[in-house]
């Protein structure tokens, strides 16, 4: 009996100290692996400096939290001097002929998440309407457009989930024309200010979820209606295109435009081209539509989703197509087309911008 009293303390003793250790253990190995995953950020980005036949991973210096989020898509964009991308608490920059994964960081002053290329600088801003912003060649964000919603409000009387929420409009779009024009993107109207946003008017035109673009006077963008096209700097528009669905995506390209659109009847997107200005389109990339029979698979439930074009974008001599799974390259203006060889990464589809001969591919889950 003594010998079963003194065992029973030493077995107690011993199962208390393996209890002690083993969480230690545990929560050594987990911050070992969060230390890892921040000293070495991969599979954000892949730049591309020979029309995709070789990757370079740049992600190194960007936010963790990109791994978890993926890369927002109105969230960067890209010029002549490189790759802009709005993260964490910061504006990181990359030039283009870097050859190193090496990123420049701005401290940022707002929450605004959104930024896009203004006329001779950066635009930020959020749904609620707050603008920012910064003049290249200096380090101030400035506020911007700070009448907007006041004038909105009034000219626009909508009552949606924005305007029961904050008595504003809601904010989704922000262009600056080559002529200093402002098109503000706002629920289904698009607001247009041609004197730097001291006063607006209200267009009746588009669906807010507006993308816009501009070659040698022409403006071209997405809408519910398909695609739009103005001559007279977003005064008035017409349609030029449309399927019966969304505009998806508008282009520039070396003498006119690229769109995708969207079919209601085949739930597919699909490629169009013009080379007068966006008078006149041509359908192309037809291999890359689903075939017929897998339509059909889909449409019975054998096939859960198909692949979708995403978007379209020129590189050189190449027009580069973004699938949601993969990007394609076509040297004939999309006749025919080649798929490139991407970095195995897990994901729902890519990000996809160009910048002179530079292209940046960026899958929508990160890593």
Not at 59 to 74: A, D, Q, T, V
Not at 120 to 136: E, V
Not at 328 to 351: H, I
């Amino acid at each position: 009996m003594k010998k079963l009293f003194v065992c029973i303390p030493a077995i107690v003793l011993v199962l208390f100290l393996l209890n002690a250790f083993v969480p230690k253990e545990k929560e050594a190995k987990k911050k070992s692996v969060k230390e890892g995953k921040s000293a070495e950020i991969v599979n954000i980005i892949f730049k591309s400096i020979d029309g995709g036949q070789t990757w370079q991973d740049i992600s190194k210096g960007l936010p963790e939290k990109l791994h978890r989020e993926g890369i927002r898509g109105n969230g960067f964009f890209t010029n002549d001097r490189g790759l802009y991308l709005r993260a964490g608490n910061g504006v990181y920059h990359s030039e283009p002929n870097a050859t190193t994964a090496f990123w420049t960081k701005e401290i940022f002053p707002g929450d605004q998440r959104n930024i896009v290329p203004g006329k001779n600088g950066i635009l930020a801003y959020n749904i609620r309407g707050q603008f920012l912003k910064k003049i290249n060649g200096t380090s101030d964000w400035s506020p911007m457009y700070t009448s907007f919603q006041e004038q909105a409000v009034r000219l626009d009387s909508t009552i949606d989930w924005m305007y029961k929420t904050y008595k504003e409009r809601e904010v989704r779009t922000v262009f600056e024309t080559a002529r200093g024009t402002v098109l503000i993107g706002s629920n289904n109207s698009l607001f247009r200010s041609t004197n730097n946003g001291k006063t607006w008017k209200q267009l009746h035109v588009g669906n807010g979820r507006m993308k816009l673009v501009e070659s040698n006077g022409v403006l071209l963008t997405t809408s519910k209606d398909g695609i739009l096209r103005s001559t007279d700097d977003g005064l008035n528009w017409d349609r030029v295109i449309s399927e019966g669905g969304l505009g998806i995506a508008v282009e520039r390209i070396d003498g006119g435009f690229a769109a995708i659109v969207n079919n209601p009847t085949t739930q597919t997107n699909s490629i169009h081209i013009s080379m007068d200005s966006g008078k006149t389109w041509n359908a192309i990339g037809e291999e890359l539509q689903p075939s017929r029979s897998s339509l059909l698979m889909k449409e019975i439930g054998l096939l859960k989703s198909l692949p979708e074009i995403l978007s379209i974008k020129q590189m050189g001599k190449y027009l580069i197509c973004g699938r949601s799974d993969g990007i394609f390259r076509s040297s004939d203006m999309g006749q025919t087309w080649k798929k490139l060889l991407l970095p195995a990464v897990e994901n729902y589809g890519f990000n996809l911008s160009v910048s002179g001969n530079v292209m940046y591919v960026m899958p929508n889950k990160g890593c």
